[in-house]
């Protein structure tokens, strides 16, 4: 999908993102698109569902933020464009090779551990392995030092959590841009 410099910046002033809905291409939020079920480009479903399990336990409300779409946006774009956390960590493009192998160790160290994939978890089993893996790297995990990718999709998290105006009202923190979105994110 192409989408011209001036579409670019206008849906960067709403926070909005493109996603294609039935063949057209429509602005957005990452709520708006989790609502909407837009599909994902990049990320598996597999993948998805442990990633919004994972962004849900880290940060409630990050899975109806639409963490999902969020990274899977950020790795359809290009590398120089990219916003996830793992980009400013040096992390070497594509990107997405780093998501899929932290998320399939992810799946791969629940499922030594519980007889199943992260997303299937209880709640409370999901608590006591990340903080298992936030700290040190958990049995059957192989894939990228789990601290690592811990540290990377929180900072995600909390950029699709509070990284918007109403995000920001939430914390009860003034909203003080150097540029005013044009609407409410």
């Known amino acids: 999908m192409t989408v011209d410099r001036r579409s670019m ?14 063949g057209a291409t429509s602005w957005l939020t990452l709520r708006e698109a989790y609502a909407q079920s837009v599909p994902l480009n990049v990320l598996t479903p597999t993948e998805r569902a442990a990633l919004e399990a994972l962004g849900e336990t880290l940060l409630p409300g990050a899975r109806e933020a639409g963490i999902a779409l969020y990274v899977d946006h950020q790795l359809s774009v290009d590398p120089g464009d990219c916003l996830l956390a793992a980009r400013v960590a040096n992390v070497p493009p594509p990107v997405s090779n780093f998501y899929r192998a932290c998320l399939g160790a992810l799946d791969r160290a629940a499922t030594a551990a519980h007889g199943m994939p992260f997303a299937q978890l209880s709640p409370e089993q999901r608590n006591h392995f990340v903080d298992a893996m ?15 990718f811990y540290l990377l999709a929180r900072m995600d998290a909390v950029d699709v959590v509070y990284g918007t105006v109403e995000g920001f009202e939430r914390l009860g923190v003034p909203y003080m841009p150097h540029v005013s979105p044009t609407s409410k994110w």
């Open 9 to 22: 910046l206008k849906g960067a002033a709403l926070s909005a993102f493109a996603f294609t809905v039935g």
């Open 134 to 148: 936030r700290q040190k790297v958990p049995e059957g995990w192989t894939g990228p030092p789990s601290p690592f």
